[in-house]
């Protein structure tokens, strides 16, 4: 597809001799043919059960590429957050699922490098940069939404440990994950955001129930059922009580929209595929949308490549990473209708019809994009942040 050339462009001219080159040597293994035909697989947006762990998730381990950041000891290589950067982008661009890589390695993992003890790196993250295990994160529940000050899950002392009881839901890859990360309420304070800790949850635990909820995309959500299920202090990670803090840093962590830019860029390239396939790309009307959405995607990828590039100098900016994300993901809806609108009818054919076009992508992608705004904090977090931290609008 072109999105993969797409990702060459201007924005490209800072990246050193050697990373050039390192993007070159992901771009060859994501073409080797063991590697496209596990990807075409994957593609599939027939009625099937979603992939848990990948073989390309393995291979990519065995390089170390698939935390190329990480220290070597952690089974990365040392590299910094624009290595790992563009293993996402070109993972992404070359349509191999990336939920379970932002989870595992860029959320879960990431943080315990940042507040874990070693015993704790030690012990899980090898298994995560080999692509052998996947983690998830259990932070939302029914009635709390974005605010996770409201959280109701809780800890409570149990002889030299805890005893962990909740309900946590719209979670993804829980079904498929080892364990989780998991916030509960351990105090009570005269501030709510007080109180919160930060548990590392075996989740094939006993007392541990995993619930489909199925969601308007191809992949679905979870519901977590916790009862009673007891952790050690060596299943705390960081201090207990002071959790608020941690969570706010590792959200940062989330938004650079890498990932966001990058499946808008394969699905907008498909897009124009199909425009020419249709004849489409010559009417005015269609040409300009199109081109204007490139304009926007372009300035998205410049975006999200500014906020890892201040990562890897050690000057992550919240404001920026929301604005960043918020910007990229407002795309989604046009991306997505577009790609209808130039299908026509066709495209609203789902994976069940078989005369769907292309195994009823538009129609998967069209339901699939409203997650964008929602996935890593919705567009109105992002916005108050905006508002708040940026612009200094609220008291």
Same mark, same amino acid.
Request: a negative charge.
């Given at each position: 597809?072109?999105?993969?050339?797409?990702?060459?462009?201007?924005?490209?001219?800072?990246?050193?001799?050697?990373?050039?080159?390192?993007?070159?040597?992901?771009?060859?293994?994501?073409?080797?043919?063991?590697?496209?035909?596990?990807?075409?697989?994957?593609?599939?947006?027939?009625?099937?059960?979603?992939?848990?762990?990948?073989?390309?998730?393995?291979?990519?381990?065995?390089?170390?590429?698939?935390?190329?950041?990480?220290?070597?000891?952690?089974?990365?290589?040392?590299?910094?957050?624009?290595?790992?950067?563009?293993?996402?982008?070109?993972?992404?661009?070359?349509?191999?699922?990336?939920?379970?890589?932002?989870?595992?390695?860029?959320?879960?993992?990431?943080?315990?490098?940042?507040?874990?003890?070693?015993?704790?790196?030690?012990?899980?993250?090898?298994?995560?940069?080999?692509?052998?295990?996947?983690?998830?994160?259990?932070?939302?529940?029914?009635?709390?939404?974005?605010?996770?000050?409201?959280?109701?899950?809780?800890?409570?002392?149990?002889?030299?440990?805890?005893?962990?009881?909740?309900?946590?839901?719209?979670?993804?890859?829980?079904?498929?994950?080892?364990?989780?990360?998991? %916030?509960? !309420? +351990? &105090?009570?304070?005269?501030?709510?955001?007080?109180?919160?800790? #930060?548990?590392? *949850?075996?989740? /094939?635990?006993?007392?541990?129930?995993?619930?489909?909820?199925?969601?308007?995309?191809?992949?679905?959500?979870?519901?977590?059922?916790?009862?009673?299920?007891?952790?050690?202090?060596?299943?705390?990670?960081?201090?207990?009580?002071?959790?608020?803090?941690?969570?706010?840093?590792?959200?940062?962590?989330?938004?650079?929209?890498?990932?966001?830019?990058?499946?808008?860029?394969?699905?907008?390239?498909?897009?124009?595929?199909? %425009?020419? !396939? +249709? &004849?489409?790309?010559?009417?005015?009307?269609?040409?300009?949308? #199109?081109?204007? *959405?490139?304009? /926007?995607?372009?300035?998205?990828?410049?975006?999200?490549?500014?906020?890892?590039?201040?990562?890897?100098?050690?000057?992550?900016?919240?404001?920026?990473?929301?604005?960043?994300?918020?910007?990229?993901?407002?795309?989604?809806?046009?991306?997505?209708?577009?790609?209808?609108?130039?299908?026509?009818?066709?495209?609203?054919?789902?994976?069940?019809?078989?005369?769907?076009?292309?195994?009823?992508?538009?129609?998967?992608?069209?339901?699939?994009?409203?997650?964008?705004?929602?996935?890593?904090?919705?567009?109105?977090?992002?916005?108050?942040?905006?508002?708040?931290?940026?612009?200094?609008?609220?008291?």
């Amino acid at each position: 597809m072109s999105g993969v050339g797409a990702a060459a462009g201007p924005t490209d001219g800072w990246l050193t001799p050697r990373q050039r080159a390192f993007r070159q040597e992901v771009r060859e293994f994501f073409a080797e043919d063991r590697v496209r035909k596990a990807v075409d697989v994957m593609q599939d947006y027939g009625p099937r059960e979603e992939s848990g762990l990948l073989d390309v998730y393995r291979w990519l381990g065995e390089r170390g590429w698939l935390a190329p950041a990480w220290p070597v000891e952690y089974g990365g290589l040392g590299l910094s957050a624009v290595e790992a950067g563009i293993v996402l982008e070109e993972m992404v661009l070359h349509g191999v699922p990336e939920d379970q890589h932002v989870l595992s390695i860029g959320t879960v993992g990431q943080f315990l490098l940042e507040a874990g003890t070693p015993e704790q790196c030690a012990r899980h993250l090898p298994a995560l940069a080999r692509g052998e295990e996947i983690a998830t994160v259990l932070f939302t529940e029914p009635h709390c939404g974005s605010d996770l000050a409201a959280l109701r899950t809780r800890a409570v002392p149990d002889g030299d440990g805890w005893r962990l009881s909740g309900r946590k839901i719209f979670n993804q890859k829980s079904q498929f994950a080892e364990w989780a990360l998991c %916030a509960a !309420r +351990t &105090g009570e304070g005269p501030v709510k955001y007080h109180g919160i800790t #930060l548990f590392l *949850l075996p989740l /094939r635990s006993p007392g541990v129930v995993i619930n489909p909820v199925w969601s308007m995309g191809n992949e679905r959500f979870n519901e977590i059922v916790v009862e009673g299920v007891r952790l050690t202090a060596d299943h705390v990670v960081g201090q207990v009580d002071e959790g608020w803090q941690p969570v706010n840093d590792m959200l940062l962590l989330e938004r650079t929209g890498m990932d966001f830019q990058a499946k808008l860029r394969r699905w907008l390239d498909a897009v124009v595929a199909d %425009a020419r !396939r +249709t &004849g489409r790309i010559t009417e005015p009307g269609y040409a300009r949308s #199109l081109a204007e *959405l490139d304009a /926007r995607l372009r300035a998205g990828r410049a975006l999200a490549w500014s906020m890892v590039r201040a990562q890897a100098a050690g000057q992550p900016d919240p404001v920026a990473s929301a604005a960043s994300k918020w910007f990229i993901t407002q795309q989604s809806d046009d991306v997505v209708r577009l790609g209808v609108e130039v299908m026509g009818l066709d495209g609203l054919l789902s994976s069940w019809d078989g005369e769907a076009p292309d195994l009823g992508r538009p129609e998967a992608v069209y339901r699939q994009s409203p997650a964008h705004t929602l996935a890593s904090g919705t567009s109105e977090v992002m916005l108050q942040i905006i508002a708040a931290a940026g612009l200094e609008l609220f008291s």
